[in-house]
């Protein structure tokens, strides 16, 4: 601990002949190396202690500034060493102040009743009337909030969660708050009860009360000009900044808002964007985007998704409020002026162009598209398992993780394929069976929970469905015969069966997408047992059970897929011979490179001649080709298209060494 003293009748002198004035004096401490002629102009009330002032601050442009306080009035607050607090416009208040921060241009920094710092404030998300309130803290992830939102059937978890929550809100609440170190704050017009990390930014915000900014040397946060936040907590790396203003709304890790978004009772987590439009009680799970201004989000839950220009949302349909809400799963994607009416649930990586309003629910028959064709909704089964868009979507979203934070809150999985979606595209294949046989297979078009599927597009649903959960299962075939180097190595029937023997025996059931987290349902309800038991006693507990699933994804992985193979191909895999390993990695084979061939051919259509329209202004044909060419390239030299071709090879070239080291 830092040890202080009473200043010296010299000092105090010194002081005042510097427009210095206390209300006691005897209240005033200072630390080792406390130089008095670097204060100047200030008004001291309450218990003050101050380090010293040796630091010189680099500012832009090569501007230099001493340590020290200027034209200030501060009550009650503890000053670190080597700090500037220079033109306070009104007070500081109640506050603990690290080493070496910036404070300048300030009106009021006041804590001014005992104050959790936003932890502990109720969010009503999804249900504005409520019935579905997250409580926020430092600590809360995508799949805490989650299970606390959509799992209410399970009222003794929730009760349980919502006591450890307000106990974490109890260990932080204090009267005094507090600033990290290397912290700036610069032209803030008013924070009340704002509890600040250390190498935090905080320039031009208008307001800031009740929150919460997280904030570390590895991952430091910024508060831009204009921003009005209430009732909040933001997290490490994150960015909001141009006006942004937010009322009761938890932002998680390495976001970015600005340009003038507005949101209120709403969850967002780690890596989603947000600008000009507007959020209300949304639960946006990691990678959530949305830039357009005429975009309203409302009263859904979505990750991974890309919202359009123009996208709308109602929850308001009944004459008792808006009580409704809906769900886009994980990659779903909405079509500039797409509307939905609540309730309705698309399913996983679908896209959605148009109006729809009959509440659908599509979550078994995913990587679709649900068009609107006169106020009629149309739905074309797994398309999207052959769209470019989908697999570039895939490949960005692992290099767009902005988080620098080794406290990583929320556990992320991209795949595309996993358990969750394969489980789905497996009850969606028996959907799609049942309604050509119960509807004939000459009928023109199918019904389906709202929605009409033209026959076309049936069989090929169908056929999409049936090459991704081939290339699923013999991804998870291969990467098991895979040793460390990647290396095949199998003699015999009896050692095919002991490399192919699952680690766990959990996973072989349903599993589910919490939010980013793609992990066996059992683990889930299992983890919700031993906390509404007592086992488990803090958030952070709770944490480490999530990333011990993540941690175990590909174990239980391989568990769902040796319990599902005998179910898809009838072959049980406890007793499989090499020679229907074989058989299984050529099906994979050709269910890769027919994927692949299809995603290439999608990819071309952005090299057409309709995709040069506006190209080669006031040229020919040659001309709008060339300049097409020097804007966007040529097919053949895309990356993208580079990369596909290359997966086409390098997959060709695994399954034909897993086949020979299998027949050897």
């Known amino acids: 601990m830092k040890e202080y003293r009473k200043l010296s009748a010299e000092e105090i002198a010194l002081l005042e002949a510097a427009a210095c004035t206390a209300e006691d004096w005897n209240e005033v401490e200072v630390a080792e190396g406390f130089d ?15 380090g010293s002032f040796g630091h010189v601050f680099e500012l832009p442009g090569g501007v230099r500034r001493k340590a020290g306080i200027e034209n200030a009035c501060l009550h009650n607050v503890s000053l670190g060493d080597g700090c500037l607090v220079r033109n306070v416009n009104n007070y500081i208040a109640n506050y603990e102040i690290g080493d070496r921060c910036f404070i300048e241009n300030v009106g009021v920094m006041a804590v001014d009743r005992e104050s959790s710092f936003g932890n502990g404030v109720r969010v009503s998300v999804l249900n504005e009337t409520g019935g579905r309130e997250v409580t926020i ?13 959509l799992y209410r059937h399970r009222p003794e978890f929730i009760a349980k969660v919502e006591e450890l929550s307000a106990g974490y809100a109890d260990s932080v609440r204090s009267a005094t708050g507090s600033i990290g170190n290397d912290t700036r704050i610069v032209n803030v017009q008013y924070m009340s009860c704002v509890r600040v990390g250390e190498y935090a930014r905080i320039e031009g915000a208008a307001k800031l009360v009740n929150g919460s900014i997280v904030s570390k040397k590895e991952a430091p946060t910024y508060i831009g000009n204009g921003v009005i936040c209430t009732d909040f907590i933001v997290c490490s790396d994150s960015r909001i900044e141009d006006g942004v203003m ?89 079509a500039s002026d797409s509307y939905i009416l609540w309730p309705s649930r698309v399913g996983a990586f679908s896209l959605v162009m148009g109006r729809h309003v009959t509440h659908s629910d599509t979550s078994n028959l995913p990587f679709s598209y649900l068009i609107e064709n006169k106020n009629t909704t149309y739905l074309v089964p797994g398309v999207n398992l052959k769209s470019v868009g989908t697999i570039r979507d895939a490949q960005k979203w ?55 599927i033209k026959n076309s597009a049936l069989h090929k649903g169908i056929s999409y469905y049936r090459t991704a959960i081939d290339k699923f299962m013999g991804n998870s075939l291969i990467s098991r015969l895979q040793d460390a180097n990647g290396e095949i190595s199998v003699d015999s029937d009896e050692e095919l069966h002991r490399l192919l023997k699952p ?52 174990s239980y992985e391989w568990t769902w897929a040796f319990q599902h193979i005998q179910e898809v191909y009838g072959i049980n895999p406890s007793k499989m011979t090499r020679e229907e390993a074989i058989s299984l990695i050529r099906r994979w084979k050709e269910a890769v490179t027919g994927l692949d061939r299809l995603i290439y051919e999608d990819a071309r259509k952005e090299f057409s001649l309709a995709s040069m329209t506006g ?35 390098d997959k060709s070239a695994l399954g034909d060494r897993a086949i020979a080291a299998l027949q050897a």
């Open 398 to 452: 692992p290099k767009r993780d902005l988080r620098h934070d080794s406290d990583r809150l929320d556990e992320v999985n991209c795949n595309l394929l996993s358990p969750f979606t394969v489980q789905k595209m497996m009850k969606g294949l028996l959907t799609l069976d049942n309604l050509r046989y119960s509807s004939g297979e000459l009928s023109d078009v199918y019904s389906f929970h709202s929605t009409k």
């Open 137 to 149: 803290s430092e600590r809360l992830s995508s799949q805490l909030a989650y299970v606390v939102a």
């Open 503 to 554: 680690d766990s025996p959990v996973g072989s059931g349903e599993w589910v997408d919490l939010s980013g987290l793609i992990a066996p349902k059992s683990e889930i309800q299992e983890l919700m047992k031993a906390v509404e038991k007592g086992e488990i006693s803090s958030l952070e507990e709770i944490g480490e059970a999530f990333r011990r699933m993540a941690r175990n994804y590909y």
């Open 36 to 50: 008095a002629r670097c204060v100047r102009n200030v008004n001291f009330s309450g218990k003050i202690r101050l």
């Open 246 to 334: 937010m009322n009761r709304c938890f932002v998680g890790q390495a976001c970015r808002f600005g340009h003038g978004y507005s949101a209120s009772d709403s969850l967002f987590f780690c890596n989603c964007q947000g600008e000009n439009g507007e959020a209300c009680a949304i639960f946006a799970g990691p990678y959530t985007v949305t830039h357009h201004k005429s975009t309203l989000l409302i009263a859904g839950v979505f990750s991974f998704m890309n919202a359009g220009s123009g996208s709308n949302q109602s929850n308001h349909m009944y004459k008792l409020g808006p009580i409704h809400q809906g769900t886009l799963e994980r990659g779903a994607k909405t």
């Open 615 to 649: 190209y080669g202004a006031d040229g020919n044909r040659e001309q709008k080709e060339q300049d097409f060419e020097n804007v966007r390239g040529d097919f053949e030299n895309n990356s993208f298209v580079k990369a596909i071709l290359k997966h086409i090879e």
